[in-house]
């Protein structure tokens, strides 16, 4: 999977209508050279539940959750 303007637009709209108290991280992948770039959202904080799962697994974003 590679990230798109239009991927990127898809997670912004499942994460806008996932509004909650828990933070935002994201961490970008590039398996071949094996480069991590993590992100945090100072702004942006989600509910993470079924719907918002569902979403992501729809558009083929691998993730894991925090405890």
């Known amino acids: 999977m ?3 303007d239009d ?3 898809e ?3 499942i994460c806008k209508h996932s509004k909650g108290k828990l ?3 994201i961490e970008v992948i590039e398996p071949d050279n094996q ?3 993590k992100f945090r959202s ?3 904080k989600v509910n ?3 719907e918002m799962i569902a979403k992501l ?3 083929g974003v691998k993730y894991k959750l925090n405890a």
Do not use: C
């Open 57 to 59: 697994e729809r558009i």
């Open 7 to 9: 991927l990127i637009d």
């Open 42 to 44: 100072v702004s942006r």
């Open 48 to 50: 993470v539940d079924g």
């Open 23 to 25: 933070p935002l991280n």
């Open 35 to 37: 480069i991590k770039l």
């Open 11 to 13: 997670i912004e709209d």
């Open 2 to 4: 590679f990230l798109t």
